[in-house]
Every structure is written in structure tokens, then in C-alpha cells.
């Protein structure tokens, strides 16, 4: 089983609509979960933090289900704009600030 | 703060010829990452130096890949001999432990072709 496993998709979304992505961790001790943006030919960029409690940035709210060993990220009111790939990274070891991503899954909002 | 420097941007090179890359981190980072992202997958992390000590190389193919980073400061990933399946993006990133870890942020990475 991969570390951290992702939907590759693509997911092509209506303008305006909501979308969700999950990512699942096979390490259960792991400590701090990221969700990254990635533009076609550009670098990754940090997005969001995941914490316990969830938590809300706008339009983005990203959770977390330690129980079930997964993170989501929830895009409401999709834009043209939010269309990109988006990385989840979780960080497997305390004391240790490695990250780990999944393969990313594609979005492409549709006008 | 000025973020993570990387040079050269693009570079096209034979196989087994040989390459390097370089990295300078944000200031005072002591974490220093190299991750390389093949084309539809996801960044896969190459070697974490602290200071100028290796933390992690384990999934670094080291009959091929060196990197160093000789002063805690910048670091060098190089390529000796290149494969074709070593194209890829070469991304390098930092991170502080005086911080809380807020997730790390990334260089524009080094686009390589070996053709």
C-alpha cells in the first residue's frame, strides 16, 4: 500500500459547483497533513494546513479523519481559476518535518 | 523573506551525460530537501539534509545521484551518468525547526530533459 494514496481523476467540474478530494495515509502515527496547488509547469504551493478541528479558508475547507486514516479537501463555488492539481502531503514523522505527497488529482473547471 | 532559489530553470542534456543542479534556501533554514517529480506524478523526495548532515537518502539511486551541501547553506544535486528516465522536474525545498511546521514551500525547480 502506497504511503499516501490519491484520486488521480481528472475531475471536470461545472463552474459554480462543489467538489471534494480525498486522500488516504497508511501511517497512522503520522503528524501534519497538507494540501498543495500545483499550476501546470509551475512549483507546488502550500494551500492549506489540515488539522484535527478542520478548517476553512474561503471557499476551501480542508478535514481531517484520523479514525479512518484520510484528509479531504472540499472547493465550493468552484471558479475557472481553481483549475489545477492538488497535492495532498502528510508528514509521517514527529520530529521530523519530511513530507510525503500523493500523486495529485487533476481539476479542470468547466465554464 | 526571499524564498527558495533554484538555477538553471531548464537545462537538455544527452544520456550519460552529467548535470547539476543548485539550491539556496530561505535564510536560516536549517532543512534542506531535494524531490524529484516525474511528469503526472507526484513530488517524491530524493534526500533532506539538516545543517550539512544527510537525514533521509534512502530513495536516492546513489550509483547515479550525489548532492551535498557543504556549508548548511546551499546544496548541489548532480547526475552522473543521466538516464532517460531521470527526466523530470528536480524541485528543492526548506523548512525551519525554530517554527511551527506550516508545511515548507518550494523552489521553482529545475526542468531536466535527457533525450
Known amino acids: 500500500r502506497k504511503e499516501v494514496e490519491q484520486d488521480p481523476g481528472p475531475f471536470n467540474v461545472p463552474e459554480g459547483a462543489t467538489v471534494a478530494f480525498n486522500c488516504t495515509y497508511s501511517?497512522?502515527?503520522?503528524?501534519?497533513f497538507f494540501w498543495y496547488r500545483q499550476d501546470c509547469r509551475k512549483e507546488p504551493k502550500l494551500l492549506m494546513s489540515?488539522?484535527?478541528s478542520g478548517n476553512e479558508d474561503g471557499r476551501f475547507t480542508a478535514q481531517l479523519n484520523r479514525a479512518s486514516q484520510y484528509i479531504s479537501l472540499l472547493i465550493r463555488d468552484s471558479k475557472l481559476s481553481d483549475s489545477a492539481t492538488y497535492l495532498c502531503?502528510?508528514?509521517?514523522?514527529?520530529?521530523?518535518?519530511?513530507?510525503?505527497f500523493g500523486t495529485g488529482t487533476r481539476l479542470t473547471i468547466i465554464p | 523573506e526571499a524564498g527558495v532559489a533554484q538555477s538553471p530553470r531548464y537545462k537538455i542534456i544527452e544520456k550519460r551525460q552529467s548535470v547539476a543542479f543548485w539550491c539556496n534556501p530561505i535564510?536560516?533554514?536549517?532543512?534542506l530537501y531535494w524531490y524529484q517529480q516525474i511528469l503526472g506524478q507526484g513530488p517524491k523526495l530524493l534526500i533532506q539534509?539538516?545543517?550539512?548532515?544527510?537525514?533521509?537518502d534512502s530513495q536516492l539511486p546513489k550509483d547515479r545521484f550525489s548532492a551535498e551541501r557543504l556549508k548548511g547553506v546551499d546544496s548541489t544535486l548532480k547526475i552522473q551518468p543521466a538516464k532517460l528516465e531521470d527526466s523530470a522536474v528536480y524541485l528543492c525545498?526548506?523548512?525551519?525547526?525554530?517554527?511551527?511546521?506550516?508545511?515548507?514551500?518550494f523552489g521553482s525547480g529545475t526542468r531536466l530533459t535527457v533525450v
Open positions: 525545498a526548506s523548512s525551519s525547526r525554530d517554527t511551527n511546521f506550516y508545511g515548507y514551500t
Open positions: 501511517n497512522s502515527a503520522s503528524q501534519s
Open positions: 489540515v488539522y484535527s
Open positions: 502531503a502528510v508528514n509521517p514523522n514527529f520530529g521530523n518535518e519530511k513530507l510525503t
Open positions: 535564510s536560516g533554514h536549517a532543512t
Open positions: 539534509f539538516q545543517n550539512n548532515g544527510v537525514v533521509d
